[in-house]
T-cell receptor, first 117, second 107 residues
Framework: GAVVSQHPSWVICKSGTSVKIECRSL??????MFWYRQFPKQSLMLMAT?????????EQGVEKDKFLINHASLTLSTLTVTSAHPEDSSFYIC?????????????FGPGTRLTVT | RKEVEQDPGPFNVPEGATVAFNCTYS??????FFWYRQDCRKEPKLLMS???SGNEDGRFTAQLNRASQYISLLIRDSKLSDSATYLC????????FGTGTRLKVLA
């Protein structure tokens, strides 16, 4: 599988500010990474697919101007939450898909817990 | 109907017990299925992929029933350390996750 890191692991910010979250694939060159969000006691919800060298594709209902994604290299994708509001407080997790036996297995980073006050 | 559904539990079982979870999926075109384990406030970790023929990894057995559109996870000889939330996922390239089934193994 892939070894994935995220930074920061947790962040507290004030409403209206922007927060950047980094996702790094440490041992695998990832042309694609996925960004998820998980609210307490809820499932992982896919937000967007990050594509190296091109624009991210966003899931329905996710504002691309609010959640900016940049995938500038094969090992790094960043998610910037712009003008954060308390309802953006959540657990943000990235994943790297790798080829398992005839299927793509996803390996997750440790997540970033965002609290907006 | 949700695309992927799981019984949220909790399933409280004694150490050494055998426990099984099911997960139903609605998209018959899904090609891949997985079980993940998620500990409290941590990221999901891949437990096992689910193959059409079924597969086993130690105390864990996963099966796929395409006709009825569900996957299952069987845990034998439960350990205290198995206490966690088990998420199923299905899809082809992008995966949909269930909300998870919470397992508590009691001493």
């Amino acid at each position: 599988g892939a070894v994935v890191s995220q930074h920061p692991s947790w962040v507290i910010c004030k409403s209206g500010t922007s927060v950047k979250i980094e996702c790094r694939s440490l041992d695998f060159q990832a042309t694609t990474m996925f960004w998820y969000r998980q609210f307490p006691k809820q499932s992982l919800m896919l937000m967007a697919t990050s594509n190296e060298g091109s624009k991210a594709t966003y899931e329905q209902g996710v504002e691309k101007d609010k959640f900016l994604i940049n995938h500038a290299s094969l090992t790094l994708s960043t998610l910037t939450v712009t003008s954060a509001h308390p309802e953006d407080s959540s657990f943000y997790i990235c994943s790297v898909p790798t080829s398992g036996i005839s299927r793509l297995e996803q390996y997750f980073g440790p997540g970033t817990r965002l609290t907006v006050t | 109907r949700k695309e992927v559904e799981q019984d949220p539990g909790p399933f409280n079982v004694p150490e050494g017990a055998t426990v099984a979870f099911n997960c139903t999926y609605s998209n018959s075109a899904s090609q891949s299925f997985f079980w993940y384990r998620q500990d409290c406030r941590k990221e999901p970790k891949l437990l096992m992929s689910v193959y059409s023929s079924g597969n086993e990894d130690g105390r864990f057995t996963a099966q796929l029933n395409r006709a009825s559109q569900y996957i299952s996870l069987l845990i034998r000889d439960s350990k205290l350390s198995d206490s966690a939330t088990y998420l199923c996922a299905s899809g082809t390239y992008k995966y949909i996750f269930g909300t998870g089934t919470r397992l508590k193994v009691l001493a």
